[in-house]
């Protein structure tokens, strides 16, 4: 049978049709260049499958560049983060850049443009900039410091440079064409004056380069082939065009820029900032926190990085926005979950249940099958006593043919155990069930291959022997939105969306295999979901994250609503 052929999206087709017509395999370079502003969410994702993946398609290099030209909002702890992410992400890179290793050539061009009349330094206030600038529909103004002398404009911009102006007093813009469709063509600011220390290069400068002039020509420098961008760049690759033109060596290769669209997820904000909001308003712990859609709030939730990688496989890349629905990438993570976790039984509801036929003080221990899927997990051993955690929602004194869990007078099996018996239950002063007794059949155990063992009964609890159990503190996380698109209503904030019931703190009962697990251990409990160690656990307490359901409960509640 022949194997089936990955159809190419479109920028692979790029990228086929250059290598077509005249790029040479060592022409390939692909970058990934974040600004390290802020911790890396599932929209990056994306880019990074697709840059790094290309990379691989290629055998070509991909650099990791940090755009780092606002130092009022940029932190190596950021940068840490990024780097941290892309490597559990399976990628590397192949050399780590930043955009201010290139601050001193970007300063060295932009003296060139002055000196060739096409940048100029403009004193206005950014007020008066934005007034003059025109609409979509009406022709820019040009500035009256436009026609500014040569010489005059070199002394002003070696001014702002060393440090002899404050924030606001003037700009450097680029000399392009004020009645231009494109307002980003409407002689846009090159420079602007900041007296902050930067990450990297402390007070050296007191002047940064804008994004625009910093994009390109960044990409210039390092060669890089195919410059890719989100959709809102497009209206960008006219200016990023205009500045490699001014400078670009025939002899060198010439970066294209390309945009794809971004892949908004549903019940979902990945705006930096408004992450930053949920942060700073305690709506969540950190960037890390579990609900939030970062890379690092999805490993601690955990999230594998295969599941992250197959979700940005299935989603594509495509020239048009569109809402993806966050039940898909949790579909992801449950499908590899459920081929790699290992089984283990947790009670996080817990009823006591007494085998009243069962010696007090004896314990057994049951063989126990670790991944049913996968033979290669082997098997571990659980204590079997008289008495026992289940569920609460797994016992009904009274209940209809269609619940075939425990009731008062009915059977199930107990998961690679006995098939008990209800007998009676006992109840506290309010009504509510404390305990409840049964009698188990001592022939029926599972893989005993008697005839009791092979009994049919329709129910299959998970439980936990209590003289064993291990109490643990449990987060049963939920999406952070109740609304499929919290960011929008014209008529409300995305803050009004948050989810009550994003988390809830519970202690649960554990099997006591799981005395040893260890931070980022993922397991499945069995009938309640996959979780992870968080880490915040210690020796003493552990700490589970719920990472996802075993089913999208979510579906239905929107199908009954």
Known sequence: MEEEVKSLNFIEHIVEEDLANGYGQQDLRFRFPPEPNGYLHIGHASSICLN???GLRYNAPVNLRFDDTNPAKEEKEYVDAIKKDVTWLGYEWDTERYASDYFQQLYDWAVEL?????AYVDSQSSEEMAEQKGTPTEVGKESPYRNRSVEENLSLFEGMKNGDFEEGKHVLRAKIDMTSSNML????IMYRVLHKPHHRTNTDWCIYPMYDWTHGESDYIEQVSHSLCTLEFLPHRELYNWFLDQLVDSNKLRPKQREFARRNLSHTVVSKRKLLQLVENGVVDSWDD???PTI?????R???????RNFAETIGIAKRENVVDVSLLEFHVREHLNKIAPRVMAVLNPLKVVITNYEEGKEEWLEAENNPGDESAGSRKVPFSRELYIEQEDFREEA???FFRLKLGGEVRLKNGYIIKAESCTKDVEGNITEVQCTYDPKSKSGSGTEESLRKVKGTLHWVSVPHAIKA???LYDRLFSDENPDGHKDKDFMDFVNPDSLEKITGYLEPSMKNAKVGDRFQFQRLGYFNVDTDSTNENLVFNRTVTLRDTWAKLEQKS
């Open 290 to 292: 579990p609900r939030m």
């Open 400 to 402: 209809n043919r269609k």
């Open 52 to 54: 790094f993946g290309l």
């Open 185 to 188: 063509m409407r002689d846009p």
């Open 114 to 118: 002055i000196k060739q009349g096409k």
């Open 473 to 475: 503190e449990v987060r």
């Open 296 to 300: 690092s709030g999805l490993r601690r």
């Open 302 to 308: 955990g999230y594998t990085p295969e599941s992250i």
